[in-house]
């Protein structure tokens, strides 16, 4: 298949019956309704509509969307409306970008712990970046975070890792200033990653000694606690990566910037390069390079991607866009409301109404006019012709 055919859905559907075979008995639930939702995605099993041009009369079918957060085609809707609901949050402030890493050793943990170790990751996260933000000695104020979870690196390895979209300043922690932070500069890094390392090594052996954590295999004797307060010593005298990207220039640019990460999956369509008898081939960054040597391709056997793949899934429920400090949602209107008016600022007009199915329905392709749905049907085995003499104009 070419690249500008093949999706992640074309090799579930031509290896998945076989994968899934393969490891039978070692595939969560979870894993299996993904392939099966990317599978079904935008075909005749899922039902769909019939749509005609109120212009030409060009019928055409539109099968339905899996809406499942894990496949690559039903993002771009989702955040699209979540983008629309944040844009009143945005002030007209330089934001950074900070991205807080674990250890190889703290991810081998968390490949089996992923509800309570990336749950984990969020909390000693932001509350590194809130207790160094309150800190008079750096920036005394209280700011807000957005943060968004992602658990891979570029070649589908599991790597979490928690990136945060920061105002650059806050409110006085009286209430009555906002407190602007440096042009080019937040918070340390080095202090950032030192708390943060403690914060989550001690929420990590509380976890374990709540009988939170689960070890298997040759790892088992780590459900022993002393054994595993022992596994993690060498954890406290590595160096965690805290790193603050260059801001941002303003609200638009965060909008574009978050287009791009808060509702990315492990790899897209796009990545894809060709499925044949060598396995599947994308395109990775190797971000040890510079220059167009960081651009580079990697070609895995089908059972080895969709393996890689299927780690990715996040556990039924888990939330992987966070808000907190002034953007915390229980507070989070009044929070924006206070901060404008320190900055001397109007708020924003009334965002419009999120745009209807109908209004979103792209246009006819052949005279550029407007689709009507004349005809639904549920899902059926194969896909159907549409019916263009039962459609009339008017």
């Not at 970046?129 to 070649?155: E, F, N, Q």
Request: net charge positive.
């Amino acid at each position: 298949m070419s690249r500008s055919a093949l999706e992640i859905a074309d090799i579930f559907r031509r290896h998945g019956a076989a994968w899934r075979a393969a490891h039978a008995g070692h595939v969560s639930l979870g894993q299996l309704k993904v392939m099966s939702a990317i599978e079904s995605c935008r075909t005749a099993a899922l039902g769909g509509h019939v749509e005609a041009c109120e212009g030409c009369r060009l019928t055409r079918v539109a099968y339905n969307s899996c809406r499942n957060r894990h496949c690559p085609k039903c993002q771009g809707a989702a955040a699209r409306d979540w983008l629309a609901a944040r844009e009143a949050d945005l002030l007209p402030v330089r934001y950074f970008h900070v991205v807080f890493t674990v250890p190889a050793e703290i991810a081998d943990i968390a490949f089996t712990n992923k509800a309570a170790v990336y749950d984990l990751l969020f909390r000693a996260a932001s509350e590194t970046m809130l207790t160094i933000a309150a800190d008079p000695r750096h920036l005394g104020a209280r700011v807000g975070i957005t943060a968004v979870l992602h658990t891979w690196g570029s070649a589908l390895t599991h790597h979490p890792h928690v990136h945060m979209i920061v105002p650059g300043g806050g409110i006085s922690l009286d209430g009555t200033r906002w407190i602007s932070s440096r042009p080019a500069f937040l918070l340390p890094v080095h202090v950032l990653g030192k708390l943060f390392r403690r914060l989550f090594l001690t929420g990590l052996t509380a976890l374990h000694a709540a009988g939170r954590l689960r070890f298997f295999g040759d790892r088992a004797e780590l459900n022993d606690l002393q054994a595993f307060e022992r596994h993690l010593a060498p954890m406290k005298a590595k160096k965690w990566v805290v790193y603050a990207k260059p801001p941002f220039g303003g609200p638009e640019a965060v909008l574009a910037y978050l287009s791009r990460y808060t509702h990315r999956v492990a790899i897209s369509n796009r990545r894809l390069i060709s499925l044949d008898e060598a396995g599947v081939t994308f395109r990775t960054k190797d971000y040890r390079r510079d220059g167009d040597a960081r651009h580079r391709t990697m070609t895995l056997s089908a059972d080895e991607f969709i393996r890689r793949f299927l780690v990715h899934v996040l556990p039924k429920g888990f939330h992987r866009i966070r808000h907190y400090g002034l953007l915390a949602t229980r507070r989070c209107k009044a929070n924006i409301a206070r901060a404008r008016e320190l900055l001397a600022v109007p708020a924003p007009p009334e965002a419009p109404k999120p745009a209807s199915s109908a209004e979103r329905r792209t246009p006819c392709p052949c005279c550029g006019g407007r689709m009507l749905v004349i005809e639904s049907f549920e899902g059926v085995a194969r896909a159907r012709a549409p019916p263009p003499h039962r459609w009339r104009a008017g």
